[in-house]
């Protein structure tokens, strides 16, 4: 079984951003990974995450089941819940306006359509070991802007 734990935030939203996974794979070594635009908001960063995560599943052999952490619910609620009635309603929310982020919610709908996947929200800076380094990688890339 593989984890993912994800996060991603900005500094002023919008403002530089950062994001930033934790894999864990059975007893191999946690893979970390993180990036950082100049301008982005925290949603896109969440999103980001998992969408880099995701991408590097891909290019592995048969991952099995996949549990996503994430202590964003807007990811965690858009992915499981929001996202069925947006796709069937031409990608418009209930004030028939275009949904935010819709680049990115196509990007992870298409990632995660073809893996097992059990998504869970963690309440984020409660001593999740992992959601705690994500959070500090996350910090990292949005410095490693200046």
Request: one cysteine or more; proline letters at 4%.
């Amino acid at each position: 079984m593989m984890e993912i734990y994800t996060d991603g935030g900005c500094s002023g939203n919008p403002g530089p951003g950062g994001w930033a996974y934790v894999l864990i794979n059975g007893d191999a070594e946690p893979l970390e990974k993180w990036g950082a635009e100049e301008t982005s908001t925290n949603n896109r960063m969440e999103m980001q995450a998992v969408i880099a995560a995701l991408e590097y599943v891909h290019t592995q052999t048969a991952p099995g089941a996949i549990t996503v952490y994430t202590d964003s619910q807007y990811v965690q609620k858009g992915i499981t819940e929001w996202i069925k009635t947006w796709k069937s309603k031409n990608w418009k929310n209930s004030a028939k306006e275009p949904v935010k982020n819709q680049d990115l919610w196509q990007r992870l709908d298409a990632l995660s359509a073809s893996l097992p996947i059990t998504w869970v929200w963690v309440k984020g800076h409660a001593g999740n070991k992992y959601n705690e380094r994500c959070d500090l990688l996350t910090q990292k890339a949005i410095d490693s802007l200046s």
